[in-house]
């Protein structure tokens, strides 16, 4: 089993940056993809992006390509997303998921508790 933390969330004016983090503890040796999600109240959760084991893989929601990058570090255990460009649309709960999907299919099975992301105008 994997417990995943995110952090870095927080409330950000729009055009600006923020970096989350996915800190992955447990069992770390077993080589998980890791993707992002976000979901706002009252609507699905959306799939934002997702990287494979070793990097080379990564795959983005439409509306985030160019805008966010997801890269890991996986001597730290830990995957990262940085958004830039924030728009209000970007507001969600973010949260991390580590699974053995392929990314362009991935649905996660391990869940973080998920981070807030506000962007205002």
Request: glycine share 12%; hydrophobic share 35%; charged share 20%.
């Amino acid at each position: 089993q994997v417990h995943l933390v995110e952090s870095g969330g927080g409330l950000v004016q729009a055009g600006g940056s923020l970096r989350l983090s996915c800190a992955a503890s447990g069992r770390t040796d077993i080589r998980y993809a890791v993707g992002w999600f976000r979901q706002v109240p009252g609507k699905e959760r959306e799939f934002v992006a997702a990287i494979s084991w070793s990097g080379d893989s990564t795959n983005y929601l439409d509306s985030v390509k160019g805008r966010f990058t997801i890269s890991r570090d996986n001597a730290k255990n830990t995957v990262y997303l940085q958004m830039n460009s924030l728009k209000p649309e970007d507001t969600a709960v973010y949260y991390c998921a580590a699974g053995l999907d392929a990314i362009r299919a991935f649905r996660g099975v391990y869940w973080g508790q998920g981070t807030q992301v506000t962007v205002s105008l």
